[in-house]
């Protein structure tokens, strides 16, 4: 049973900065791709970054490049990001997770999701 608790959501100012966690259990960890995606109210979950199992490839959404940065250790089994100058349109729910390259990329092809953490950028 694969299972991903995710961490560090809160309410910032614009301009701010937050970093994620997301802790993994019930699967090969360091053998997958991991990932983080977020969905606005009323919006479709969208892709945000995913880092490679050796954590020396990674992605990013054009929205968030440059802003955001995915990282991962593998002996803890979690995935990070750090989300720095912080916009209103970041503002949504924060979900990780733990699939191929390609499905983390297409968020409605993932199977395995954490429950999510809020994020909540005030102008």
């Known amino acids: 049973q694969v299972q991903l608790i995710e961490s560090g959501g809160g309410l910032v100012q614009a301009g701010g900065s937050l970093r994620l966690s997301c802790a993994a259990s019930?699967?090969?960890?360091?053998?997958?791709?991991m990932g983080w995606s977020r969905q606005a109210p009323g919006k479709e979950r969208e892709f945000v970054s995913v880092?490679?199992?050796?954590?020396?490839?990674?992605s990013y959404a054009e929205s968030v490049r440059g802003r955001f940065t995915i990282s991962r250790d593998n002996a803890k089994n979690t995935v990070y990001l750090q989300m720095n100058n912080l916009k209103p349109e970041d503002t949504a729910v924060y979900y990780c997770?733990?699939?191929?390259?390609?499905?983390?990329?297409?968020?409605?092809?993932?199977?395995?999701w954490g429950q999510g953490t809020q994020v909540t950028v005030s102008s």
């Open positions: 997770a733990v699939d191929t390259w390609t499905n983390i990329k297409t968020p409605s092809t993932v199977k395995y």
């Open positions: 019930g699967v090969t960890y360091s053998h997958y791709p």
């Open positions: 880092i490679s199992w050796s954590g020396d490839v990674t």
